[in-house]
């Protein structure tokens, strides 16, 4: 059974840090392309950022600078690191998988607010 688990969300001020984890199983997990997607309230799932299989990483615009993906392969796990948070940050935040045919997973994703 595959299964991709997000934690790490929460309420945190502008300017401030969250790392989230998708802890992955069931998967061979050095072969999936893994991403991160957020959803605002009232708003389209937008892309966030990616890392290849081989770590190749991109980014959105409006986290570029600000927001780090990162994996670890013997954990079977993707990171997102985000610093300098703003208001617009706020979403939920899923974590995706993509397998080298396509086929894709999602986790149930984890709240992220960022308010003062």
């Known amino acids: 059974q595959v299964q991709l688990v997000e934690s790490g969300g929460g309420l945190v001020q502008p300017g401030g840090s969250l790392r989230l984890t998708c802890a992955t199983s069931?998967?061979?997990?050095?072969?999936?392309?893994m991403a991160w997607y957020r959803q605002a309230p009232g708003k389209q799932r937008e892309y966030v950022a990616d890392?290849?299989?081989?770590?190749?990483?991109n980014y959105a615009d409006s986290v570029k600078g600000r927001f780090t993906i990162s994996r670890d392969n013997a954990k079977n796990t993707v990171y997102l690191q985000m610093n300098n948070l703003k208001f617009e940050d706020t979403a939920v935040y899923y974590c995706?998988?993509?397998?080298?045919?396509?086929?894709?997973?999602w986790g149930q994703g984890t709240q992220v607010t960022v308010s003062s």
């Open positions: 995706n998988g993509a397998d080298p045919e396509g086929v894709e997973y």
């Open positions: 069931g998967i061979i997990f050095s072969i999936y392309n």
């Open positions: 890392i290849m299989s081989y770590g190749l990483t």
